[in-house]
């Protein structure tokens, strides 16, 4: 299976544009050198097991949350924060899910905090690692094949 990077590049865009009305660029992931600190994840099982991580930076979390809610930056609650990043993820993980085969489920997104990377799959392949800034925040998105059991 071969994701597209620019087939997800424009999901990242058009997903930035509809629920934050910022625009998004590709970057070489070599560039992003900052400690991502927040991770938006998101699994699609079925035809194809992987799973959809999205990792920011805190301040880049709290200020896509703040732009999302229409609050400043320093009124984000943790609350606030997780929210916009799991609906972030959900909506570029339901528009990735799209182009994979079908049957495929998606499931509920989970926002985990740490050092990059954030989210570690034992096993899996990288299917796409990408990068994206927008105002200054980096964003890295990696999809990965999960490790197909077997019987």
Request: aromatic share 4%; charged share 20%; with cysteine.
């Amino acid at each position: 299976m071969h994701l597209s990077s620019d087939d997800v590049a424009q999901i990242v865009q058009e997903v930035w544009s509809s629920m934050l009305s910022l625009d998004v660029q590709p970057v070489d992931v070599a560039e992003v050198t900052d400690d991502l600190a927040m991770a938006g994840n998101v699994g699609v099982t079925g035809a194809t097991d992987c799973l959809i991580s999205m990792e920011v930076s805190a301040e880049g979390a709290r200020h896509f949350a703040a732009v999302m809610f229409g609050l400043d930056d320093s009124d984000c609650s943790d609350d606030d924060i997780a929210d916009a990043i799991g609906e972030l993820t959900n909506m570029i993980g339901g528009n990735i899910k799209s182009l994979l085969p079908e049957p495929s489920s998606l499931s509920l997104p989970v926002v985990t905090n740490g050092k990059r990377p954030t989210v570690r799959v034992p096993g899996g392949k990288t299917l796409l690692e990408a990068a994206y800034t927008t105002g200054g925040y980096a964003m890295n998105l990696t999809v990965w094949n999960r490790p197909q059991k077997t019987s």
